[in-house]
């Protein structure tokens, strides 16, 4: 009888693959396995680097990194990592810098902005429609630090210019949490170069797709890239746009406090900037439709949008903000509180 091919022993068998690196222990091949052979095609995602760690193969190249921190190779990633890097390049190129600086949230970067500016002693002027943790930050938790704020309405610009007296920079919105006031960005940064300070902004509620506050005199800008640059609702992210000069000040803190982003972090990031204009786009023009129709509601004692006509904010939505109100709109339920909470608690499709 002759054995079938199907139970030839030799179908089973499977050749020993001999250890490229010797007799390297299994511990060891599980630290350190094969490098992947190079391929010919890129990639056309960005790619993900999560390592934390570089090695180098030369002592010397190592040493000369480390001294530099970035840009002579990547050494550790609080310091820089690849990812974060295409990030950052992506986020300056739409703000129009020259150089960003990517934190682990938005708090993370607007404190580290203080800290990087800022001294014992030292007071910042800020308007006072600001979002709540940046108001609590300046309120109560810089003054232990000995660094306090003066904080004026957005359109008081005689107040602000009389408050920089003194002052190390100025501090605004260019549409404030929660209320959506726009701020004129033209006149705060000819007051704020009048003083001799920078302007910063915290650029989260408009993003570069609606303005680009340099174009505006803006030094420094800041934003959340957990609310429209991340767009998923899936990462904490904030980011810091400026010149390299005052970036390296901003990037010093990151370094030695480490709210650095995660590379991970980064890379969503970069996945939400592609579809950034059109998300704008379509969520400005869908706020504006709800905020029309707010107004009409029985129930309703305010509507706050910028491009409502009827905002106060409305004359600089053409000159900042390309015409468009951005994603954010807030209204006030008549009844008071409780009202309101049975509002929110009966809506079916809004989170
Ligand atoms: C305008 C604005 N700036 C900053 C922040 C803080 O950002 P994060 O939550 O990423 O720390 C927020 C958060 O809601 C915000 O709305």
């Known amino acids: 009888m002759t054995e079938s091919p199907g139970r030839s022993p030799a179908r089973w068998s499977i050749s020993r693959k001999p250890f490229a690196e010797g007799s390297r222990a299994l511990e060891t091949r599980a630290v350190h396995p094969p490098a992947p052979p190079p391929q010919e095609g890129r990639p056309v ?18 040493a000369r990194a480390s001294l530099a921190k970035t840009g002579a190779g990547y050494v550790y990633s609080r310091w820089a990592n690849p990812t974060v890097d295409a990030f950052e390049a992506a986020v300056a ?20 902005i203080f800290l990087a500016l800022c001294s014992s002693g030292d007071r910042v002027v800020a308007t006072r429609q600001l979002y709540g943790n940046t108001y609590s930050l300046l309120q109560e938790r810089l003054p232990r630090y000995g660094i306090t704020a003066s904080f004026c309405d957005h359109d ?10 003194g002052a190390k920079l100025l501090y605004c919105e260019t549409i404030g949490n929660p209320k959506v006031q726009v701020a004129d960005l033209d006149r705060l940064s000819t007051i704020a170069r009048d003083a001799d300070v920078p302007l910063v902004v915290d650029n989260t509620f408009a993003s570069p797709v609606l303005c680009r506050p340099v174009e505006h005199g803006a030094s420094v800008v800041v934003h ?42 980064a890379w969503l990031g970069l996945r939400g900037i592609a579809t950034l204009p059109l998300r704008v786009e379509r969520s400005s023009a869908s706020a504006l439709k709800v905020a ?16 409502l ?26 009844g008071g509180r409780e009202r309101a909470g049975a509002f929110q608690d009966a809506l079916r499709l809004i989170l």
């Open 156 to 165: 008081d610009h005689s107040a602000i210019a009389a408050a920089l007296d």
């Open 45 to 62: 995602a960005p790619p993900l680097d999560p390592s934390s760690t570089y090695s180098f193969s030369a002592t010397e190249t190592f």
């Open 93 to 112: 190129d739409l703000e129009g810098t020259e150089a960003a600086e990517a934190f682990a949230s938005g708090m993370g970067a607007i404190s580290s």
């Open 309 to 334: 006509e009827s905002s106060p904010s409305y004359p600089l939505v053409g000159a900042l903000l390309q015409g468009r109100g951005g994603g954010t709109l807030a209204f006030e339920v008549r």
């Open 292 to 307: 029309r129709a707010l107004q009409l509601c029985e129930g309703v004692d305010a509507v706050y949008y910028p491009a």
């Open 224 to 265: 959340s890239a957990t609310k429209f640059i991340g767009g998923h609702h899936d990462l904490l992210g904030g980011v810091v746009c400026a010149s390299p000069q005052l970036l390296e000040l901003v990037a010093t803190v990151a370094r030695d406090l480490g709210p650095t982003l995660a590379p991970f972090n």
